[in-house]
């Protein structure tokens, strides 16, 4: 059984930075794709980055290019993302999810296990 505990949440004024974490234990951590969703008051929840197992692809929703990166550290069991230049509408609790196949892929349904999610505030 794979957990998968966020964590770097927080309050931050808009143009702030954050880095979000996700510990990983259980299973071969290198082996998985992992991506970060995000979810806002009353919306779905959306895909905001993945990154396959070897870290060397890598996917980002238009809205976020530029100031969000996903990276990985296999040795740690933890995947990244570091968030810059936050903006209001990033507001929304990010959740980390992992695929046991290794692909970097882009819907929920595709990701077997998730995190338990933290929670982002941007004020603007």
């Known amino acids: 059984q794979v957990q998968l505990v966020e964590s770097g949440g927080g309050l931050v004024q808009a143009g702030g930075s954050l880095r979000l974490s996700c510990a990983a234990s259980?299973?071969?951590?290198?082996?998985?794709?992992l991506g970060w969703f995000r979810q806002a008051p009353g919306k779905e929840r959306d895909l905001v980055a993945n990154?396959?197992?070897?870290?060397?692809?890598?996917y980002y929703a238009d809205s976020v290019k530029g100031r969000l990166t996903i990276s990985r550290d296999n040795a740690k069991n933890t995947v990244y993302l570091q968030m810059n230049s936050l903006k209001p509408e990033d507001t929304a609790v990010y959740y980390c999810?992992?695929?046991?196949?290794?692909?970097?892929?882009?819907?929920?349904?595709?990701?077997?296990?998730w995190g338990q999610g933290t929670q982002v505030t941007v004020s603007s």
């Open positions: 999810a992992a695929r046991l196949r290794g692909g970097a892929r882009r819907y929920e349904y595709e990701y077997d296990y």
């Open positions: 259980g299973g071969t951590f290198s082996m998985y794709g």
């Open positions: 990154i396959s197992w070897s870290g060397g692809i890598t």
